[in-house]
């Protein structure tokens, strides 16, 4: 008999194939909680690490005694520390993402984290930001795999027919009132504002959350096509921009577009971050089992 869909976003065989992925964090930034990631620095759990001398007021129960009956000279066991990473998911669903399936492929991406998140053990939140200031739906931080439908069910539910502008600046602000703990951001946006986005990430960095900067581009704003004159409008503000088709303008698009990702991308890394843009057209299963993988994003 075949098993029902679990969800709209992601097929079944996803589903599976992303309980086995984790979400590839520098560990800067974890909590000393027990969860899956693993830290650089010492602490317990079951996976031995080193040796060290033992000195007075260590717990007698990390003396390796089969050394201590060969060498009478007590060693202590240490062992890597799994840490609690808290991974918060923050979606972009303004106006501008409501083009070319950009909030669609946004909505299935944060799932995919989730489902990453939540067979990790890590304590998984989700924000949405479209309205005005000072609201931001949110679910979590929920853990553990019972959690995945209510989480699934949140991320189908973003809203997206109502619009709006407010800048993440003003809601990374408004997210940091509600969160706690240390880990990593994972931002799914076009980055198509007129917010401060250099205040943005260093406000994140600050408050020790590691930034996944994942831009969300349609067919035609990475590849447009221009044939006659235009007038454009912009959906989150009303402004409009008379375009006249002449033969460099594309060239002056493309350029700008590439100086535009060139400085996201280094705001992300100068913080120890990641960026990565992804074609909302583009097969999903590329982009969650071949492009997050080879750019570092899921192991």
């Given at each position: 008999?075949?098993?029902?869909?679990?969800?709209?976003?992601?097929?079944?065989?996803?589903?599976?194939?992303?309980?086995?992925?984790?979400?590839?964090?520098?560990?800067?930034?974890?909590?000393?909680?027990?969860?899956?990631?693993?830290?650089?620095?010492?602490?317990?759990?079951?996976?031995?690490?080193?040796?060290?001398?033992?000195?007075?007021?260590?717990?007698?129960?990390?003396?390796d005694w089969n050394i201590f009956a060969?060498?009478?000279?007590?060693?202590?066991?240490?062992?890597?520390?799994?840490?609690?990473?808290?991974?918060?998911?923050?979606?972009?669903?303004s106006s501008s993402m409501l083009v070319e399936g950009k909030l669609q492929r946004?909505?299935?991406?944060?799932?995919?984290?989730?489902?990453?998140?939540?067979?990790?053990?890590?304590p998984v939140s989700i924000y949405t930001f479209n309205q005005p200031q000072n609201s931001l739906p949110m679910i979590g931080p929920a853990t553990g795999r019972a959690s995945l439908p209510k989480m699934l069910k949140f991320v189908q539910g973003i809203e997206s027919d109502q619009g709006g502008n407010q800048p993440p600046d003003i809601a990374v602000d408004t997210m940091l009132k509600r969160h706690r703990g240390k880990g990593v951001i994972i931002m799914l946006?076009?980055?198509?504002?007129?917010?401060?986005?250099?205040?943005?990430?260093?406000?994140?960095?600050?408050?020790?959350?590691?930034?996944?900067?994942?831009?969300i581009l349609g067919e035609r704003e990475l590849s447009p096509e221009l044939t006659s004159d235009l007038r454009l409008v912009d959906c989150e503000n009303d402004d409009i921009l008379d375009v006249t088709a002449q033969d460099n303008l594309l060239d002056l698009y493309e350029e700008y577009l590439t100086n535009f990702q060139h400085t996201v991308a280094t705001l992300a890394r100068q913080r120890s971050g990641k960026f990565m843009c992804v074609n909302a057209g583009h097969d999903l299963d590329t982009v969650l089992f071949d492009q997050m993988r080879r750019e570092g994003w899921l192991i």
């Open positions: 008999m075949e098993q029902a869909q679990i969800s709209t976003l992601l097929a079944n065989d996803m589903l599976h194939r992303l309980q086995q992925l984790r979400i590839n964090a520098s560990g800067r930034f974890t909590n000393r909680m027990r969860g899956e990631h693993l830290a650089a620095k010492g602490g317990s759990s079951m996976e031995f690490a080193d040796y060290r001398d033992y000195v007075e007021g260590d717990d007698t129960r990390f003396i060969r060498l009478r000279k007590p060693y202590i066991k240490l062992f890597h520390h799994e840490e609690q990473m808290q991974i918060v998911i923050l979606v972009d669903a946004a909505q299935q991406i944060a799932a995919a984290m989730s489902v990453c998140g939540l067979f990790a053990s890590e946006s076009d980055f198509l504002t007129y917010g401060d986005l250099k205040r943005t990430f260093n406000t994140l960095n600050n408050a020790g959350l590691e930034i996944f900067a994942c831009q």
